[in-house]
C-alpha cells in the first residue's frame, strides 16, 4: 500500500497542496498532522508507524514534513526500512525501494554527518581562538564588581534575606546565589 504522510506546523495552515500532490503520485490512504516539526509527540506519524507492513510505502511532499532533522530523518528511515517498507518524498526525489534511491539517501546522510562534524570543529576553533585573544563566550554579569561585593556585605554583615537583596538590585535570586 502506498501511504502518505502531509503535516503543516500551525492549525492556521493548510494541507491541501500536500494532499493533492499525494493523490497525485497515487497515494492510497493519508494520515494528516497539524503539529509543530519539533514536537517529539505527533499521533498520526506513530499511528501511520504502527499501521507500516512489509511492502508498503510512505510518501511525503518534502523530507522536512516527516522530520525534524536530517538525523530524525535517518532515524525514522531506518524504521521505516526495518519493517520492510520504503520511504519516498517527492520534492527532493528520494526513493529508497530501489537500491540506487537508497545509495542517494545513505549518501546524503554522510554528507549530512560529515558536515555537521566540521560545524563542531569549527566551533571548537573559533572558540580556542576567541579564548586566545582574552575574549569569552556568553551573556555579559547582570552586575558589577562593586555590585557583586556589595551583595556579599549585605548578606553576610547586614543578614538581608536573599529576596530582598534581589529587588534591591532588580535580579533574579539565582544571580544573587550565583554572585
Known amino acids: 500500500m502506498i501511504i502518505g504522510y502531509a503535516r503543516v506546523s500551525t492549525s ?19 494520515f494528516q498532522e497539524k503539529k509543530t516539526g519539533k514536537s517529539r509527540q505527533r499521533p498520526e ?43 519516498r518524498s517527492l520534492g527532493e526525489d528520494i526513493d529508497t525501494t530501489s537500491p540506487t534511491g537508497r545509495l542517494i539517501f545513505h549518501v546524503f546522510g554522510s554528507i549530512a554527518e560529515f558536515e555537521r562534524e566540521r560545524i563542531v570543529e569549527r566551533t571548537l576553533e573559533g572558540l580556542a581562538a576567541a579564548r586566545k585573544r582574552g575574549r569569552v563566550g556568553g551573556r555579559p554579569s547582570a552586575l558589577s564588581e562593586d555590585a557583586k561585593i556589595e551583595i556579599r556585605r549585605m548578606r553576610d554583615q547586614d543578614h538581608r534575606p536573599i529576596a530582598e537583596i534581589a529587588r534591591a538590585f532588580k535580579v533574579s535570586r539565582s544571580t544573587i546565589y550565583r554572585c
Not at 12 to 30: C, F, S, T
Not at 56 to 81: F, G, M, P, Q
Request: no cysteine; aromatic share 4%; glycine share 8%.
Open 12 to 30: 492556521d495552515q493548510n494541507l491541501d497542496g500536500q494532499i493533492d500532490a499525494l493523490k497525485a503520485a497515487g497515494v492510497e490512504k493519508i
Open 45 to 87: 506519524l506513530e499511528r501511520l508507524l504502527e499501521q507500516l507492513r512489509s511492502g508498503d510505502v510512505i510518501v511525503v511532499t518534502k523530507y522536512d514534513r516527516l522530520a525534524r532533522s536530517l538525523r530524525d530523518l535517518i532515524d525514522l528511515v531506518e524504521t521505516i526500512r526495518e519493517k520492510g517498507a520504503g520511504f
